[in-house]
């Protein structure tokens, strides 16, 4: 039998000058788009709306300027600049300083620092350091949970937990091996700035804690193992590689910490003592610039008395600009003006 060859079946090319119907409809669909002219209106709108959010801001800031420096007008024709350098403070007879509540909140917000810094440092470096995997998590959400907690909640702790401990307990002890500085001096009242400072120190944990994890888990691993590799132990490698890297970091969170602490009110309020006197002893009562906001504006009925406590919302602002100025100068005091390599 002879073997017929099967005849290969036809397939007509599609014309390449008209091409099939799916390239006409592409065709005739791209090419409006591209022969069409592009609106510049979308553009236009969206840097418009971009330049007023920057503006915003700094909109915004002038108005709370312009009404504080309006509102303490009276005021700062009445005293000028010994407002902020006397400390009699008498309403009934309107003789009025700030100094009191400027020491009183200097000295609460540091005394916090001096307290939270460490711990939260050491919280952050155990979490992301040397804690298990498996408990990471939960330390972490443990230790933010206590940002979510309110002020005022925290001042009920204090008033019926840290008060009396304080009293009966921790300043005792402070007056009978510390008294000879003279920081410890003075009747155990429990309240009082050394009260003020620990509460804020438990407020602002969460915050630098929380800032200062994020900051080391960026730094780079190849950092921590150049470090063990060249034989230096866990705590070698842990402040050479990792703590010194991250520092500019570290100083940011601390100084969004004392932001928190130069500010906060409810919770101060309730165990400072508000009582507008400067004290050596961290035992007394004393008042800050927020505290003395929130207790006597409601009853400021007299125009001079008004404009006193306006006056000193305008310190209050001005305390933070400079904080925030001083808090740059520490940063560029660590980087020398060159952005950090391991921080991102």
């Given at each position: 039998?002879?073997?017929?060859?099967?005849?290969?079946?036809?397939?007509?090319?599609?014309?390449?000058?008209?091409?099939?119907?799916?390239?006409?409809?592409?065709?005739?669909?791209?090419?409006?788009?591209?022969?069409?002219?592009?609106?510049?209106?979308?553009?236009?709108l969206?840097?418009?709306?971009?330049?007023?959010?920057?503006?915003?801001?700094v909109?915004?800031?002038?108005?709370?300027?312009?009404?504080?420096v309006?509102?303490?007008?009276?005021?700062?024709?009445?005293?000028?600049?010994?407002?902020?350098?006397?400390?009699?403070w008498n309403?009934?007879?309107?003789?009025?300083?700030?100094?009191?509540?400027?020491?009183?909140?200097?000295?609460?917000?540091?005394?916090?620092?001096?307290?939270?810094v460490?711990?939260s440092?050491?919280?952050?470096?155990?979490?992301?350091?040397?804690?298990?995997?498996?408990?990471?998590?939960?330390?972490?959400?443990?230790?933010?949970?206590l940002?979510?907690?309110?002020?005022?909640?925290?001042?009920?702790?204090?008033i019926?937990?840290?008060?009396?401990?304080?009293?009966?307990?921790?300043?005792?002890?402070?007056?009978?091996t510390?008294?000879w500085?003279?920081?410890?001096?003075?009747?155990?009242?429990?309240?009082?700035?050394?009260?003020?400072?620990?509460i804020?120190a438990?407020?602002?944990?969460?915050i630098?804690?929380?800032?200062?994890?994020?900051?080391?888990?960026?730094?780079?691993?190849?950092?921590?193992?150049?470090?063990?590799?060249l034989g230096?132990?866990?705590?070698?490698?842990?402040?050479?590689?990792?703590?010194?890297?991250?520092?500019?970091g570290?100083?940011?969170?601390?100084i969004?910490?004392?932001?928190?602490a130069?500010?906060?009110?409810?919770?101060?309020?309730?165990?400072?003592?508000?009582?507008?006197?400067i004290?050596?002893?961290?035992?007394?009562?004393?008042?800050?610039?927020?505290?003395?906001?929130?207790?006597?504006?409601?009853?400021?009925?007299?125009?001079?008395?008004?404009s006193?406590?306006?006056?000193?919302?305008?310190?209050?602002?001005?305390?933070?600009?400079?904080?925030?100025?001083?808090a740059?100068?520490?940063?560029?005091?660590?980087?020398?003006?060159?952005?950090?390599?391991?921080?991102a």
């Amino acid at each position: 039998m002879s073997n017929h060859a099967v005849p290969r079946p036809r397939f007509e090319a599609p014309d390449p000058e008209h091409g099939t119907k799916a390239a006409l409809k592409i065709e005739d669909t791209t090419a409006p788009l591209l022969d069409g002219k592009v609106s510049e209106v979308p553009d236009a709108l969206f840097a418009g709306a971009m330049r007023f959010c920057g503006f915003a801001v700094v909109g915004l800031l002038a108005l709370i300027v312009y009404q504080l420096v309006i509102g303490s007008n009276l005021s700062w024709h009445a005293f000028g600049w010994k407002f902020f350098g006397t400390s009699d403070w008498n309403p009934v007879e309107d003789q009025y300083g700030a100094l009191p509540f400027i020491y009183g909140t200097l000295v609460s917000s540091l005394l916090s620092l001096v307290i939270a810094v460490p711990l939260s440092v050491g919280v952050a470096v155990f979490i992301t350091e040397m804690s298990p995997v498996s408990l990471r998590g939960i330390l972490s959400f443990t230790t933010e949970l206590l940002a979510a907690i309110p002020s005022v909640v925290y001042g009920l702790w204090a008033i019926f937990v840290l008060v009396p401990i304080l009293r009966l307990y921790v300043q005792p002890f402070l007056g009978k091996t510390l008294g000879w500085t003279g920081l410890f001096t003075g009747p155990p009242y429990g309240i009082g700035m050394l009260a003020a400072g620990i509460i804020l120190a438990i407020m602002i944990i969460p915050i630098i804690s929380s800032i200062t994890r994020e900051v080391l888990t960026v730094v780079p691993q190849h950092q921590r193992e150049g470090v063990l590799a060249l034989g230096a132990t866990r705590w070698e490698m842990i402040r050479m590689g990792v703590l010194r890297n991250a520092r500019a970091g570290i100083v940011g969170a601390v100084i969004l910490g004392l932001g928190r602490a130069l500010g906060e009110t409810m919770a101060v309020t309730m165990v400072i003592g508000n009582r507008p006197e400067i004290a050596k002893s961290l035992f007394a009562p004393g008042y800050t610039m927020a505290s003395v906001l929130a207790n006597e504006f409601t009853e400021a009925t007299g125009d001079l008395y008004l404009s006193a406590l306006i006056e000193i919302g305008l310190a209050l602002f001005l305390v933070t600009i400079v904080v925030n100025a001083l808090a740059r100068l520490m940063v560029w005091s660590v980087t020398r003006g060159q952005p950090s390599k391991t921080v991102a």
